[in-house]
C-alpha cells in the first residue's frame, strides 16, 4: 500500500494565533514541532495498517516547517514549492513502476474555509479573502485538494484539524474518517492536549487504512465548476478579473465557469 500525506500547521492542536504560523515569529517553533509530531503519527499509523511506502507534503509556507528527523525512519518528505497547480497535495498524481496510483491520502493540520468561524486562522490560501466559493459552498484547501487527489484516482481518507473543517466535510468524500482535534469560535481555540491529539491521529489513520479502499473509496467529481472569489479589496478583484476565464460580477467579486477542475487548480495558483 502507497500513502501520501498533505500537511498544514493552522489545524494543529496548539496553534491559535497567526504569529504560531509564521517563521520568526512567537511560537512558531513549537507549532512546527507539532506538526511534526502529528503527521509522525499519521505515518506510524500508516506502516502499522501495511504500508510499504509513505510520502509526505510539508504544505505550509515555505513548506519547510516539519523536522525531518521527527518523522519515522522510511517516509520520503516532499519540501518547498515548484509552482505546480497540485500544491499542497503536489506529487500524489505519481504513479508507482506498475503505473499503480497512491492507494489513499490523508491530511493533517488542516483548517477552516476562509469565512468560516472554526477557527481563528481560517483562511483559503490567502488572507485577502472574503470567501471563497466553488459551486455555492465555501471551498477550504481541503475541499479543493481533495477533490484533485480523486482526480488522480487517489481516495481521501482521513482529515484532521478543527471542528468545523471536520464538520463541514465529512460527507464528502465516500471513506473519509475525520479528526478533530481542536475547535474555535471567534478569536478562541480550544485544543486537545498535544499527546491526546497524536493519539487521536493515529487511531483514526489506521482505521482510515483499514477500509475497503480502490474505486469505490472515490468521491464524485463534479461536471462543472463555478468559482467565486470575494477580495477584501476592491483593487485585488480587478486586477484578478483579467486572468483567463474570470469576469467581475461585483466590485469585490470575480467568477470562473468551467467544466475543467484543472482550470480551478490553476486559477487557485494565480489568484490567491
Known sequence: ????????????????????CRKGEYGYVDAAKEMSLEVAAACRA????GA?????KDAHGSGTNIFPEM?????????????????????????DAEGKPFDAIMYVGYHSAAGREGNR??????????????????CSEFMLYSLAAASAGVPSVMLSGDQMLCDDYR???????TCPVKRGYG??????????????????AR????QELGPSALCEIPKHFELEICYKEQVDATRNSFFPGFRKIDDNTILLSTDRLWDVMTAFTWVL
Open 1 to 20: 500500500m502507497r500513502v501520501f500525506i498533505s500537511a498544514d500547521i493552522e489545524g494543529v492542536a496548539n496553534t491559535a494565533l497567526w504569529d504560531h
Open 171 to 177: 460527507d464528502l468524500h465516500p471513506r473519509l474518517i
Open 71 to 95: 518523522l519515522p525512519r522510511g517516509v520520503e518528505l516532499t519540501r518547498s514549492w515548484c509552482g505546480s497547480p497540485w500544491s499542497m497535495v503536489y506529487g500524489v498524481d505519481e504513479k
Open 187 to 204: 478569536g478562541v481555540t480550544t485544543c486537545l492536549q498535544p499527546e491526546d491529539a497524536h493519539d487521536a491521529i493515529y487511531a483514526a
Open 207 to 210: 482505521k482510515a487504512l483499514s
Open 46 to 49: 500508516a506502516f502499522d495498517a
Open 52 to 56: 510499504d511506502y509513505v510520502r509526505v
Open 121 to 138: 486562522m481560517s483562511h483559503t490560501e490567502t488572507k485577502s479573502t472574503i470567501y471563497v466559493k466553488l459551486n455555492g459552498v465555501k
